[in-house]
């Protein structure tokens, strides 16, 4: 895998993704069900602390804090 990549996601059931923006589109409806607010911007930085993700940073919206 190329060192780009920062993310993966294990999908045990399937081996490769057919439509990857009908797969992706299907995460932010499940999301959005749970209660998550999308919010489109370029990420440029991340702040983890022990292993897991606090917040995301981008150029329009500054910090953004993971709500848990």
Do not use: H, K, W
Not at 18 to 32: C, E
């Amino acid at each position: 895998m190329s060192p780009g990549y920062r993310f993966g996601a294990f999908v045990e059931e399937g081996a490769y993704c057919t439509d990857p923006d009908a797969y992706v589109a299907a995460i932010v409806d499940t999301a959005r069900t749970r209660g998550a607010v999308l919010r489109q911007a370029r990420a440029t930085g991340f702040a983890v602390t022990n292993g897991r993700l606090e917040a995301v940073t981008t150029i329009r919206a500054g910090s953004i804090a993971i709500a848990r």
